[in-house]
């Protein structure tokens, strides 16, 4: 049965739509305080079942909590104290005269080394001026410096969230399950079965997501930075790091991977000798993660067809760019969950019949 439109359902839905909107300003106007609570979520996911294991064993949760807590601020500290300063190393010593010039040389390297002579419908001139006309759009000016500036921002918001983020995923980790019942009481009785299995099932999925991301991508990282530094590539730990990143986002990963083994060894050396090495090293990091990593760690945790996979990721591209990019595989993952749910709930729960 159909329900009469009213004054009070109307109002209803305009304030609920006036609270979204609010929500939504106030992430975009504190995005960086946002970010920094997906991240103590991201922890709170991973550690949970830690702190659930020592407690299971007859320790109190807050000395569970505080234990793993300690843990992870230890391994921030040792991040930010060991790695990330080299990386930084690296980092200045790859941008000190990465500008627009040098870019046009990597490029002429790569249309000379990979590109035939004897193309039927394009020459090596056309191509390489097509290139450089991309290199002058997007690197014109300052436009390197700002964007390498841009990066040191980051490495400078990393200390911010080695202060914020132990904090808030210390409090997730003891008073997340208080912070569901008080949000699961404002769900109606006729709903709360279908928003507790949704919750369940969403938290499930995600944990194991986010324990196989990180565990690969940290294995696709460590061995990018063995391989590389055996091939002679100075900036080994710089793009191993960058390669484990990136290896989150899936099917784009990889290509970020192979451009990286052309890109830096030709700006290491100034010739295409490190590069055949270099892609050879990739190359066998993306047998191991396609053949071994892959089908034993991250085969079942995502549970999405590969075309949703790719879609989803060129929306979160389109949509927030890098950052899109790594979330775009959790949020689908939310919403396919939800949606499921709540479509079965329709055709199974009368209550939802009768709505």
Known sequence: MRKK??????????????????????????????????????FMYLLDPVVNRLESRGMHRLWSVSIVVVG???GLVWVSTYLIPAIGTQLISFTSTFNAESIRLIVRQVVDAFVPKDLPLLNPGEIESYLLSIVDEYFVADAVTDKVAGVFGVFANIFTAVLIIPVC?????????VLRR????VV????????????D???SRLILYFSSILLQSTIVGFLSFVFLSLVGLESALLVGVTMGLANSIPYFGPIIGYALSVVVPIYEVGTVELVPNSLLAV???????????????????ADLHPVYILFAVLVGAEVAGVIGMLLAIPVTTILRITITEIHWSFQQYHVFKSE
């Open 5 to 42: 439109i009213t004054f009070d359902r109307v109002f209803r839905w305009l304030m609920g739509a006036a609270l979204i909107w609010i929500i939504l300003y106030l992430m975009g106007r504190f995005s960086t305080l946002v970010i920094f609570f997906v991240i103590s979520l991201v």
């Open 283 to 301: 190359l066998v990091v993306q047998v191991i993660d396609n053949v071994f990593l892959q089908p034993v760690i991250f085969s079942k945790s």
């Open 188 to 199: 109606p009785n006729a709903y709360f079965e279908t928003t507790l299995v949704i919750l």
């Open 201 to 203: 099932k969403i938290e």
């Open 72 to 74: 992870l601020i230890g």
């Open 169 to 177: 995923t210390f409090f997730l980790l003891k008073d997340g399950f």
């Open 182 to 185: 008080r949000m699961l009481k």
